[in-house]
């Protein structure tokens, strides 16, 4: 059976690393370009060295290219500011987007959480690397209880965040918030990350803050778990650090500023979960669990749409 072909524009860290996972992983997707713009990077380079088609050229590039008629899915692993151009430039030619940036242009996919939801849209966003780890455990508590607020810290190697990453500060973490409230069922959400410049670099560490009311312990910790695994299914190096934990807050706290000036009443409480993401180690070391779940959540995507598009043409 023939597989669904794929270009890849961006050949920094996201873009090499993907490419490798479409050679050695992928079922149903086959990498047809990588697409860069500095004719010396090392992911172009390696690219050729694999037998992979190369473009340097940028998007437009991918446009002249003679296989684009036969290319159906282009991940974007460029930056936020870059994928508006790509996509208003691609956006005549039908073809299947998904964005690994932070521009939101689609709709926010986390695949744990809503990888059928939209399919169907012609640019999908993964949201950012802080959101695929975090927000899946957001949306396991809320689906067992109401959260007033949720709050996410992303810490990751200085050493595994590209020129993309460092220059999508500021969309990180307004798009990372909208995700929380969007897909992870939270009624506020805030978001932050950490490049830790520690040597040697640290794997990617991620916490989870939410607030909720008189919660059943048993099974938010069940529903947490469950998520977990669900997510360790594509992300094998995703892990909870320690124990789901519960503090009841003093009646005293006032959690207005966090709640959108709403006081909430007695018996709420803070859960608290610890994640650790460590990376498959395809093109970066294992430190860089922050690339790693980007890739396999984007190519968990591309493989559902092309499972998709091949049950509808045997109709």
Same mark, same amino acid.
């Given at each position: 059976m023939s597989r669904t072909k794929a270009a890849v524009i961006g050949s920094?860290? #996201?873009?090499?690393d993907l490419v490798i996972k479409l050679k050695r992983i992928a079922e149903n997707v086959e990498i047809a370009v990588l697409v860069g713009i500095d004719p010396a990077s090392d992911g172009l380079a390696r690219a050729r060295r694999m037998g #992979? &088609? @190369?473009?340097? &050229?940028g998007v437009q590039g991918l446009i002249d290219h003679p296989d684009f008629a036969d290319i159906d899915i282009i991940f974007d692993s460029t930056s936020a500011k870059a994928h508006v151009a790509n996509e208003e430039a691609l956006r005549p030619y039908g073809k299947r987007l998904i964005d690994l940036t932070p521009a939101a242009i689609g709709p926010y996919v986390v695949p744990a959480v809503n990888l059928d939801e939209h399919?169907? =849209?012609?640019? %999908?966003n993964m %949201? @950012?690397?802080g959101g695929q780890a975090t927000i899946p455990i957001v949306a396991a508590i &809320? =689906? %067992?209880t109401p959260v007033h607020y949720a709050e996410i810290v992303a810490s990751i190697a200085s050493k595994s965040a590209?020129?993309?990453?460092? =220059?999508n500060i500021d969309e990180f973490t307004e798009t990372t918030s909208e995700a929380i409230e969007k897909v992870g069922g939270a009624e506020h959400g805030k978001a932050i990350i950490v490049l830790n410049p520690a040597e040697p670099p640290l794997i990617m560490r991620d916490t989870v803050l939410a607030l909720v009311s008189n919660p059943d312990q048993d099974? %938010?910790?069940a529903s947490i778990l469950a998520m977990v695994f669900k997510v360790s299914s594509y992300v094998p190096g995703y892990r909870l650090k320690q124990d789901v934990q519960f503090t009841e807050l003093d009646d005293a706290e006032s959690v207005a500023t966090l709640t959108g000036g709403v006081e909430k009443g007695p018996g709420l409480w803070k859960v608290s979960v610890f994640l650790e993401v460590e990376g498959a180690a395809h093109y970066l070391p294992a430190y860089a669990g922050n690339l790693d779940i980007m890739t396999s959540a984007a190519l968990q995507v591309a493989e559902r749409i092309a499972q998709n598009t091949t049950l509808e043409a045997a109709r």
């Amino acid at each position: 059976m023939s597989r669904t072909k794929a270009a890849v524009i961006g050949s920094g860290n #996201i873009g090499t690393d993907l490419v490798i996972k479409l050679k050695r992983i992928a079922e149903n997707v086959e990498i047809a370009v990588l697409v860069g713009i500095d004719p010396a990077s090392d992911g172009l380079a390696r690219a050729r060295r694999m037998g #992979i &088609s @190369t473009v340097d &050229s940028g998007v437009q590039g991918l446009i002249d290219h003679p296989d684009f008629a036969d290319i159906d899915i282009i991940f974007d692993s460029t930056s936020a500011k870059a994928h508006v151009a790509n996509e208003e430039a691609l956006r005549p030619y039908g073809k299947r987007l998904i964005d690994l940036t932070p521009a939101a242009i689609g709709p926010y996919v986390v695949p744990a959480v809503n990888l059928d939801e939209h399919l169907g =849209a012609p640019d %999908v966003n993964m %949201v @950012t690397c802080g959101g695929q780890a975090t927000i899946p455990i957001v949306a396991a508590i &809320s =689906a %067992v209880t109401p959260v007033h607020y949720a709050e996410i810290v992303a810490s990751i190697a200085s050493k595994s965040a590209g020129p993309g990453t460092r =220059a999508n500060i500021d969309e990180f973490t307004e798009t990372t918030s909208e995700a929380i409230e969007k897909v992870g069922g939270a009624e506020h959400g805030k978001a932050i990350i950490v490049l830790n410049p520690a040597e040697p670099p640290l794997i990617m560490r991620d916490t989870v803050l939410a607030l909720v009311s008189n919660p059943d312990q048993d099974e %938010v910790r069940a529903s947490i778990l469950a998520m977990v695994f669900k997510v360790s299914s594509y992300v094998p190096g995703y892990r909870l650090k320690q124990d789901v934990q519960f503090t009841e807050l003093d009646d005293a706290e006032s959690v207005a500023t966090l709640t959108g000036g709403v006081e909430k009443g007695p018996g709420l409480w803070k859960v608290s979960v610890f994640l650790e993401v460590e990376g498959a180690a395809h093109y970066l070391p294992a430190y860089a669990g922050n690339l790693d779940i980007m890739t396999s959540a984007a190519l968990q995507v591309a493989e559902r749409i092309a499972q998709n598009t091949t049950l509808e043409a045997a109709r």
